[in-house]
Nanobody
Framework: QVQLVESGGGLVQAGDSLRLSCAASGRASSTSIRAWFRRAPGKGREFVAAIYTHGGNTIYGDSVKGRFAISRDITNGTADLQMNSLKPEDTAVYFC???????????????????WGQGTQVTVSS
């Protein structure tokens, strides 16, 4: 069983930076694709970024491209999301997700991910 735990959320002001981290336990080394999604109040789940943990390839959602960066720490098994130039519209619950074991293709669809964390709140004040 893979468990994902997010950390690093909080309350910041517009223009600030924040770093989220996603730790995996269980069969962490078996999942090759890690991603971040978010859900803003009253909205659906939105793709933020994904990374192939073995090769480092990444993809991003259009709304965060150029401001957010996803990375992986192979030693610790974490997938981190560095968020810069935060805007009030970035306010959301951020979720870490992982694709099933053996999957190596980066995907934007939430349905492609089998494992999910509980989420961490990020609030950006204007």
């Amino acid at each position: 069983q893979v468990q994902l735990v997010e950390s690093g959320g909080g309350l910041v002001q517009a223009g600030d930076s924040l770093r989220l981290s996603c730790a995996a336990s269980g069969r962490a080394s078996s999942t090759s694709i890690r991603a971040w999604f978010r859900r803003a109040p009253g909205k659906g789940r939105e793709f933020v970024a994904a990374i192939y943990t073995h090769g480092g390839n990444t993809i991003y959602g259009d709304s965060v491209k150029g401001r957010f960066a996803i990375s992986r720490d192979i030693t610790n098994g974490t997938a981190d999301l560095q968020m810069n130039s935060l805007k009030p519209e970035d306010t959301a619950v951020y979720f870490c997700a992982a694709r099933p074991v053996g999957m190596t293709v980066l995907r934007r669809e939430a349905s492609a991910y089998s494992y999910w964390g509980q989420g961490t709140q990020v609030t950006v004040s204007s």
